[in-house]
C-alpha cells in the first residue's frame, strides 16, 4: 500500500500563490491518479486535481481551472500542487489520495490519505 504525506501549507494573502506537495512512498503502475482534495469546514471534501500515474493526464474542477496546476516529479517521488491567483474560497485541508478515480462522474479518493495541510488565506 502507497503511503502518502502532504507538505507546504500556510498562510497566504488573497491573490497570492503557494505549492503543496504530496511525498509518496513508491511508485506504482496503477491506472488511477493521484488526486488532490480539499475540505473546507462545515463541507464536504471535494476534488481540486488530479495527475494520471501512466499517463500523466491531469484534471481539474471547474473552480480551480486556470489558476491550479498539477503536475510531479518522478524521481522525487512527488506530486506538486501549484496554486496561484489564490482567493478566500481555497482556504481548506488539502489531501492527497494516490487512488483517484471517477465514479458516476464524480472524483473520489480509493486509495491512502495524507494527514492534510492546511491552508489559509487572508483577505
Known amino acids: 500500500q502507497v503511503q502518502v504525506a502532504e507538505s507546504g501549507g500556510g498562510l497566504v494573502q488573497a491573490g497570492g500563490s503557494l505549492r503543496l506537495s504530496c511525498t509518496y512512498s513508491?511508485?506504482?503502475?496503477?491506472?488511477?491518479?493521484m488526486g488532490w482534495f480539499r475540505r473546507a469546514p462545515g463541507k464536504e471534501r471535494e476534488f481540486v486535481a488530479a495527475i494520471a500515474w501512466r499517463s500523466d493526464n491531469t484534471y481539474y474542477a471547474d473552480s480551480v481551472k486556470g489558476r491550479f496546476t498539477v503536475f510531479r516529479d518522478i524521481a522525487k517521488n512527488t506530486v506538486y500542487l501549484q496554486m496561484n491567483s489564490l482567493a478566500p474560497e481555497d482556504a481548506a485541508v488539502y489531501y492527497c489520495?494516490?487512488?483517484?478515480?471517477?465514479?458516476?462522474?464524480?472524483?473520489?479518493?480509493?486509495?491512502?490519505w495524507g494527514q492534510g495541510t492546511q491552508v489559509t488565506i487572508s483577505s
Open positions: 513508491r511508485r506504482t503502475n496503477s491506472p488511477y491518479a
Open positions: 489520495n494516490d487512488g483517484a478515480r471517477t465514479y458516476e462522474n464524480k472524483w473520489l479518493g480509493f486509495g491512502s
